[in-house]
T-cell receptor, first 115, second 117 residues
Framework: DAKTTQPNSMESNEEEPVHLPCNHSTISGTDYIHWYRQLPSQGPEYVIHGLTSNVNNRMASLAIAEDRKSSTLILHRATLRDAAVYYCILKIDPFGGSTLGRLYFGRGTQLTVWP | DTEVTQTPKHLVMGMTNKKSLKCEQHMGHRAMYWYKQKAKKPPELMFVYSYEKLSINESVPSRFSPECPNSSLLNLHLHALQPEDSALYLC????????????????FGSGTQLSVL
């Protein structure tokens, strides 16, 4: 499976924007870029995903580079509840329409938010 | 209801015990997953069920035995585990109804924290 590279950790102050980078230089044309986060003592939680265009939802924005070799998850105003491990994942569909949406997690970025 | 419910939340078992982990979802999802997560490590995929049939086994030892009795339930039967099997066991589900898999999102439960003594 294609690999992603993320910083081990990042820090932010509360109410400031946070930009979490991810490199995925081996991405192929049909790979979606997914972001999940995992709060302490919880299972992973879906954040956002995209293919080529930038995406926005109520939790975050996803900015995808034009060559798709990198992406950035943007939290517009960090809160203490955003402190978590953020995983950038390439979701591959090798069987062209397979219904098996399996995820292979990388090491993720531990985000610390300071009050 | 967008919840995946896992029971029990915590489990302590000896190496000779037999126990089961349970996972339930009522979102009509037809794909269900077991992941294992060791402390401070990312989750690792173990099994994938699609329409109640085992589709993927990531070379998991036979002391872990999954079962999907119906479309809402997923079990993981445990027997003769080792202390190194102590971990957080996560269940997840996804739509799995003909959408392109790469476009699907997974819904995770909070996990069962397993300790093997």
């Amino acid at each position: 499976d294609a690999k992603t590279t993320q910083p081990n950790s990042m820090e932010s102050n509360e109410e400031e924007p946070v930009h979490l980078p991810c490199n995925h230089s081996t991405i192929s044309g049909t790979d979606y870029i997914h972001w999940y986060r995992q709060l302490p003592s919880q299972g992973p939680e879906y954040v956002i995903h995209g293919l080529t265009s930038n995406v926005n939802n109520r939790m975050a924005s996803l900015a995808i580079a034009e060559d798709r070799k990198s992406s950035t998850l943007i939290l517009h105003r960090a809160t203490l509840r955003d402190a978590a491990v953020y995983y950038c994942i390439l979701k591959i569909d090798p069987f062209g329409g397979s219904t098996l949406g399996r995820l292979y997690f990388g090491r993720g970025t531990q985000l610390t938010v300071w009050p | 209801d967008t919840e995946v419910t896992q029971t029990p939340k915590h489990l302590v078992m000896g190496m000779t015990n037999k126990k089961s982990l349970k996972c339930e979802q009522h979102m009509g999802h037809r794909a269900m997953y077991w992941y294992k997560q060791k402390a401070k490590k990312p989750p690792e995929l173990m099994f994938v069920y699609s329409y109640e049939k085992l589709s993927i086994n990531e070379s998991v030892p036979s002391r872990f035995s999954p079962e999907c009795p119906n479309s809402s339930l997923l079990n993981l039967h445990l027997h003769a585990l080792q202390p190194e099997d102590s971990a957080l066991y996560l269940c997840a589900s996804s739509h799995g109804r003909g959408l392109r898999a790469a476009n699907e999102k997974l819904f995770f439960g909070s996990g069962t924290q397993l300790s093997v003594l």
